[in-house]
């Protein structure tokens, strides 16, 4: 049987494709308030507005590709049983061949109705006011906003406790709920952390700093892996 390796990946991963990471220096996303475009409010206020930047984000994410930190987790397939857990909305894990990925913040590519969560569609255009699904209410990002529920974190906690093995790569773990899984990996499992940056990990014997990018980073721990 297949040790499990449960993976919780952010936006350092990606950012090495060519994404930008959530926030700037001067805490604005892309120019923007992350309260006028990630809140449900700033949706109420101005869904135009929110709309066009999710756009642009969706535009943006077919100019760039996975990068080697995200197409050797899809090699580590061959031999671990490996969930992949991602802060990030992109899609950049299933286009490197990840098979079992859960998004807590949500999807890029999709959309779901603002009067039925469990209307999603698979959406890889731009979505304008006037969008709507079957039910005929306005479509929105299938995106989890600063203050909404995180629906998927109950399978992510549930598929961390099961984990042999738990990697994290381009995280923070500054950002919760997301940062709470740690929690839940059992006592003794061994816990691989990469990230360049400052990292809020807890004292623990079984946690691995590897403070390097993500590309980098990967082959340190796949080194760790095969006891080398």
Known sequence: MMKKIVVLTGAGISAESGISTFRDANGL?????????????????????????????R?????????????????????????????NVDNLHERAGSSHVIHLHGELNKVRSVKNEQLVYDWNEDLVLGDTGVDGAQLRPHIVWFGEMVPMLEKAAAETLTADMMLIIGTSLQVYPAASLVDYVAVGTPIYVIDPHEVAIPRNPYIHLIPKRATEGVIDFDRSLRGG
């Open 59 to 87: 535009r943006q994410l077919k100019t760039v590709e996975p990068n080697e930190a995200h197409r050797y987790l899809k090699r580590l397939e061959e031999e671990y049983d490996v969930t992949i857990i991602t802060q």
């Open 29 to 57: 996303w892309e120019n923007h308030d992350v309260m006028d475009v990630a809140t449900p409010e700033g949706w109420r206020r101005n869904p135009r507005l929110v709309l066009e930047f999710y756009n642009q984000r």
